[in-house]
């Protein structure tokens, strides 16, 4: 429904310390008109330049708490309102080189008056400033 707005362009940053980043992230929007409880985030699939990212790699930042896609099932106290941004982090040894990067995001979503899993995907092209 909303699926051009879920990657947030100008946030693709690295993480960790300069000269030892140990990955990188960028923002992400739920692409559904309603608010949902994290533990309906049933699958977030990341790919970077075409190469895609294993599941175990990627965690999601929402409300200064950070969870493993694995731990998402489990999380009943949380929830991701709509138009809100929360950092999908990747660990990545080196994180990524200055410059632009193709991102994809599938996001995949149980919402309780569909029949079949719900979500979107969206790609965009972000530059990492140096």
Known sequence: MFDQYII??????????????????????????????????EDLAVEVDGEAVQSERISLHLHGRTYRLGELPGVLDDRWEMGEVADLLVDRA??????PHEVFVRERLRISYMPVPGGGEDRKELTLQR
């Open 94 to 99: 080196g994180g990524l080189p200055a410059g």
């Open 8 to 41: 947030v362009a100008g946030t693709l940053r690295n993480t960790g310390p300069a000269g030892a980043e140990t990955g990188f992230s960028f923002g992400v929007r739920l692409p559904y008109y309603r608010g949902l409880g994290l533990s309906m985030v």
